[in-house]
Nanobody, 125 residues
Framework: VQLQASGGGSVPSGGSLRLSCAAP???????MGWFRQAPGREREFVAA????????FYADSVKGRFTISRDNAKNTAALEMNSLKPEDTAVYYC????????????????????WGQGTQVTVSS
């Protein structure tokens, strides 16, 4: 399964960006998530959204600034990022989970079955 991620770019502090992710249509996706990895750091959870109930989860560091959404019919997800900070600079990855465990452990990268190629987000101070 291949995911197509798009968006990203360079913005000044306080700016906004929108990331998009597309999974192949026709497959059942339990949860769609976004992770990020800054240089020299481990990949970390950013946000996730379950298909069932449209439940959304966020890392504390992005709550109130980022919004995740999805279109189940098209198997796409988006991450709206506002009030960006220099510490948000990282490569952002989208991922999909297809099992009930992935829905429960949405914050763990090993819960996801497929990943996008990553897109760079750079926020300057």
């Amino acid at each position: 399964v291949q995911l197509q991620a798009s968006g990203g770019g360079s913005v000044p502090s306080g700016g906004s960006l929108r990331l998009s992710c597309a999974a192949p249509e026709g497959i059942y996706v339990v949860v769609m998530g976004w992770f990020r990895q800054a240089p020299g750091r481990e990949r970390e959870f950013v946000a996730a959204i379950r298909r069932r109930g449209d439940t959304r989860f966020y890392a504390d560091s992005v709550k109130g600034r980022f919004t995740i959404s999805r279109d189940n019919a098209k198997n796409t997800a988006a991450l709206e990022m506002n009030s960006l900070k220099p510490e948000d600079t990282a490569v952002y990855y989208c991922a999909i989970g297809r099992t009930s465990d992935s829905g429960a452990y949405y914050y763990r990268s090993d819960a996801y079955a497929a990943w996008g190629q990553g897109t760079q987000v750079t926020v300057s101070s």
